[in-house]
DNA sequence: GTCCAGGTCGCGC
DNA sequence: GCGCGACATGGA
């Protein structure tokens, strides 16, 4: 039987749901799925006492958001504090977007950035968002969905009674299924050495993701941190810094390259130097200027 | 079959 | 520090 519990979230307006959920290709990937019909975004997500549960996401009013929740056994009050949790870090409702929308009128740029935009979603946890980000590497958008796709499915525990309904598995699950496993059963392909390395690092406590979270540290040296990890290169650790909300540093690579070559460079591709000039204007805000700079796809 | 994808590593200079 | 080939996988 399946319990259905609805939370809500009080949200600080400007809040725009819709492109908070979709600005960012991450909702494409499981176990994320978004109902356009419904307007909903959900996510099956296995809580630290490994209760799998579903939730679903919609704006109620203007300032609140709906969270339902469907779970095999009646939630306890920490794992819907947990739950919250979840929410405010998948939806950034912590982050402070006014500095942006300030830099944006200061410099009058024609942005598809529609009002209360700015937030692109994350994961629960930045051991997914590095996981994800890993699955972006010199590999199409179609191949990232079918490798996330493929690891969920491999690893992820399901919702009793609904196989379809698999959580992201935890760094553990990844470390006991083993490097072969991996290699075999997910198309990581030899990106599968990488996120055994990365799991194993974090389970033996070689690696910590709290570190990262320091608020204190400047980018440049999670930059440094970040770039130790096998198969983090200048890509992947300046895609990471975004998803820990830090968007000073432009993740440069070939759609970043072949969208200023077009718009700003007359069609040749440009330097990294070139590049990082035409969005220095926006400083700590360089890599939402160029996100929400390109037209809206996928 | 060949090329390449929202790159990165490890090598040799 | 910089250039270069190798790397798994599947779509064009």
Redesign the pocket.
């Given at each position: 039987m399946i319990h259905t519990t609805t939370l809500t979230e009080t949200i600080q307006p400007p809040f725009n749901f819709p492109s908070t959920a979709t600005a960012h290709?991450w909702y494409l990937l499981r176990p994320f799925s978004w109902d356009a019909a419904a307007q909903a975004l959900c996510r099956v997500q296995q809580l630290t006492d490994g209760q799998i549960v579903r939730l679903c996401m919609m704006l109620e009013e203007d300032t609140q958001l709906r969270i339902e929740v469907e779970s095999s056994a009646p939630l306890a009050q920490n794992e819907i504090e947990e739950i919250h949790q979840v929410v405010r870090r998948m939806l950034r409702l912590n982050e402070e977007f006014s500095g942006f929308y300030q830099r944006w009128d200061e410099l009058g740029w024609t942005l598809e950035l529609q009002p209360g935009g700015g937030r692109l979603l994350r994961c629960p946890t930045l051991f997914e968002d590095m996981i994800y980000t890993i699955c972006?590497?010199?590999?199409?958008?179609?191949?990232t969905v079918?490798m996330v796709d493929r690891v969920v499915a491999a690893l992820g525990k399901s919702f009793a009674g609904q196989p379809e309904w698999r959580a992201f598995p935890g760094p553990s699950a990844f470390v006991e299924a083993g490097a072969d496993f991996l290699?075999q059963e997910t198309?990581l392909?030899?990106r599968s050495d990488y996120v055994f390395e990365l799991a194993q690092q974090l389970v033996s406590g070689d690696l910590s993701v709290v570190a990262f979270e320091d608020q204190s540290l400047p980018t440049e040296d999670l930059y440094k941190r970040l770039?130790k990890?096998?198969?983090?290169?200048?890509?992947?650790?300046s895609t990471i810094l975004m998803l820990l909300g830090r968007y000073d540093r432009l993740?440069i690579?070939?759609?970043?390259r072949s969208f200023t070559a077009k718009k700003y460079l007359g069609g040749e591709v440009g330097t990294p130097a070139q590049m990082r000039e035409i969005y220095a204007p926006w400083g700590e805000w360089q890599y939402l200027a160029y996100w929400f700079d390109r037209p809206a796809d996928r």
């Open positions: 290709g972006t590497t010199n590999i199409n958008w179609s191949g079918r290699k198309g392909g030899y770039r990890i096998k198969g983090v290169g200048d890509y992947a650790a993740a690579d070939s759609e970043l």
